[in-house]
């Protein structure tokens, strides 16, 4: 089944001429849903005209089916597919504003072994209609509308899926939710994080469109890379830098790279020597994360106290570096633990 909610106003405007209608017509489609809205709820348009869409296409992509709330006040919403699929996405609020963490992906193929996202592998991609009826039915719930009366304000690709693994569906929502017809989300309040699917970094690069580039390494070479990682055996740290080197030359946007801890493993004196060799010569920043446990896996978090001395070592080296507070972990809401409950 088809969803309304990949189109832009173009494509809208097309299907409207197809079915034999008006093209102001698609801006009336675009503005329900931009409004969160299922098709039947659609208003200012006719009976016949939602007959024609529901006859294609479904009534609306996902609903949220659970909301947990962390005891920090992090919310996690799990959503129902039309398929009957759960995937999982993050609400973080600050003062500036609420940060929402979506899903690329049912699942996820990478393997990483510290990550509960690819447990149960990948069922499919998540379409860009998708991806962006994560942001919308959010946005609603919240009581936001579009442009500046938005709720949401910052957006990450960092729940389950790998975002450069599923890139023309990824590129096409950051064209939808960035657009002055949709939520008008700015680009560069969006964050994009990959394992590092080196040619496809170059591609985003191509793209120019501004995002923040955030890079999982989590080990500052091949070997140790290798033990955790299984994209590791394609692609070399040395290549990624590369990448990311590229990114900002295209971009003029400073690389971020993540580095979870984890205790015993890649937390030494020599990895993060390692480490601030490999990011120095271009605008980085490392975000140490201790690990976020998750119970399938017998990987251990660093202490607090480990995690500063890791730091501490990297700011030796004239690193930007900042440890990430942690959030909803008590909900299984934290970087790493988000899974799909129901995978058909």
Request: include cysteine; hydrophobic fraction near 40%; proline fraction near 3%.
């Amino acid at each position: 089944m088809k969803i309304i909610q990949d189109f832009s106003l173009q494509e809208l405007q097309d299907l409207m001429l197809s079915f034999g209608e008006q093209k102001f017509r698609a801006k009336q489609i675009l503005d329900n849903i931009n409004l969160g809205k299922k098709i039947t709820d659609f208003s200012n348009i006719s009976k016949s005209l939602k007959e024609k869409l529901l006859a294609e296409y479904e009534d609306i992509p996902l609903k949220i089916h659970t909301i947990q709330e962390s005891k920090d006040g992090t919310k996690k919403f799990a959503y129902e597919l039309w398929d009957g699929n759960i995937i999982e996405g993050v609400l973080m609020s600050y003062k500036y504003g609420n940060t929402l963490c979506v899903s690329t992906q049912v699942g996820c193929r990478m393997g990483c072994k510290f990550c509960a996202s690819t447990l149960n592998g990948l069922a499919r991609n998540l379409s860009a209609g998708e991806i962006l009826s994560q942001v919308l039915v959010v946005n609603n719930y919240l009581g936001g509308k579009v442009g500046k009366n938005r709720e949401i304000t910052n957006i990450v690709l960092m729940g389950s899926g790998e975002p450069l693994d599923n890139y023309d569906n990824v590129i096409k929502f950051l064209h939808l939710v960035s657009s002055p017809d949709g939520l008008n989300v700015s680009p560069r309040n969006i964050s994009l994080s990959t394992c590092g699917i080196v040619p496809n970094i170059y591609r985003l690069a191509d793209e120019k469109l501004q995002v923040i580039l955030t890079i999982s390494l989590h080990a500052p070479n091949d070997e140790l890379r290798k033990t955790i990682m299984p994209i590791a055996n394609k692609y070399s740290v040395n290549q990624i830098v590369d990448a990311a080197k590229n990114y900002f030359n295209k971009t003029g946007r400073r690389v971020v790279f993540e580095y979870a801890l984890i205790d015993g493993v890649n937390n030494t004196v020599e990895c993060a020597n390692e480490l601030a060799s490999l990011v120095k010569g271009f605008p980085t920043h490392v975000n140490l994360i201790p690990l976020n446990e998750v119970k399938e896996r017998d990987l251990k978090t660093v202490t607090h106290k480990k995690a500063e001395q890791f730091a501490d070592l990297l700011k030796k080296h004239k690193v930007s570096v900042t440890i990430r507070r942690t959030i909803a972990d008590d909900i299984d809401g934290a970087c790493g633990q988000l899974r799909n409950k129901i995978i058909k």
